[in-house]
Structures are given as C-alpha cells and as structure tokens.
C-alpha cells in the first residue's frame, strides 16, 4: 500500500509562485519504482493532467496549459514529488493530486493509469 500526502497549496496572486509537495510512504515501498503523476480538478469541471514524470526522473511530461511555468521534479532519496508553479493564472485555481502509478509502469496521462492518489491540496489563484 502506498500512501501519498500533498502539501504547499494556497492562496496566491495572479502572477505569483507555490510550490507543491507529494510525500510518498509505504510497507516495503520503493519510491524510485513509480511513476509519477500530478492532476488537478477544478469545481465543476473533469479531474485532468498537469505533469508526470518517469520513475528515474529522467523524463518529464506536461500538460499543454502549463508548459513554460510549471516543473515537476522528484528527490528518490527523500521520497518526495515536487510541482513548482510560476506565473499562476486564475484558471490555475483547482485542487492538486498527486498520484502513483503502479510499481514498474511507465507514466500515463489517464487518471485511470495511476492506482495511488493523495488527498488533494487547494490552490486558488486571485486576479
């Protein structure tokens, strides 16, 4: 079982900067061996992609509405997923999952690719 805890939301200003983390713990968990995922979901609307990134941290994937401002990252030694956040925008505004894919899978971009989600953390961007 994986367990994944987000932090680091909040309210910001358009134009401003958060950065989010993902701490990722479990019985007989390897972090370097998942995938991993953040998605976000707006009220009203379908959860959707934001960013994922391979297990080695070696490639990375972005949606088309953040590319240019958001960054994903992830410490395998501290079992910790990052997503810094740049130039926020109103439309921003959203909770943020992070997720995990199943041991030794290669990244998705379905929610349904991905067994382990975290809680959520609120972001809300102001104009």
């Known amino acids: 079982q994986v367990q994944l805890v987000e932090s680091g939301g909040g309210l910001v200003q358009a134009g401003g900067s958060l950065r989010l983390s993902c701490a990722a713990s479990?019985?007989?968990?390897?972090?370097?061996?998942?995938?991993m995922g953040w998605f976000r979901q707006a009220p009203g609307k379908e959860r959707e992609f934001v960013a994922a990134?391979?297990?080695?941290?070696?490639?990375?994937y972005y949606a088309d509405s953040v590319k240019g401002r958001f960054t994903i990252s992830r410490d395998n030694a501290k079992n910790t997923l990052y997503l810094q956040m740049n130039s926020l925008k109103p439309e921003d505004t959203a909770v943020y999952y992070c997720?995990?894919?199943?041991?030794?899978?290669?990244?998705?971009?379905?929610?349904?690719?991905?067994?382990?989600w975290g809680q959520g953390t609120q972001v809300t961007v102001s104009s």
């Open positions: 990134m391979s297990r080695s941290g070696g490639s990375t």
């Open positions: 479990g019985r007989s968990f390897t972090f370097s061996h998942y995938a």
């Open positions: 997720a995990a894919s199943p041991p030794f899978h290669g990244v998705g971009y379905a929610s349904s690719e991905y067994n382990y």
